[in-house]
């Protein structure tokens, strides 16, 4: 009959490593994990691009040229509508008022499509 001898270090050492396992493997669920998540995530966005794609190629060329392009980004049709507003007085020469509450991009408007803006 044969005799094991282990000390307190070689069973602290084997407990050690076999925590450490568990801890990698429990990493590794996390990591694949949130890997699955992230991929599914990643797929929806391309789906919901591809269908915002349609949806600009759908919409008239001056306001494609709009959301791709300008200066001013947007997919709201009140503020294409808007743009397409100020496209028609940037040709004119008249004087225009531009009003609205603080923060609603009145001086972003001014400033598009050659409108000069003045100030006083």
Known sequence: MGVLYLSHRTLQAFADQA????TQHQL???YRSTQRTL???LEETR???MVTREK???LPEKWQERIEE???KTRSKKMLAVLDQVDRVAESALSIVI???TGTGKEMVASSDGLQMDAG
């Open 19 to 22: 925590g450490l396992a568990l």
């Open 56 to 58: 600009i190629r759908s």
């Open 99 to 101: 009003e609205g509450e």
């Open 39 to 41: 991929n599914h995530e």
């Open 47 to 49: 789906l919901s691009l």
């Open 70 to 72: 300008g200066p001013l």
């Open 28 to 30: 590794l669920d996390y």
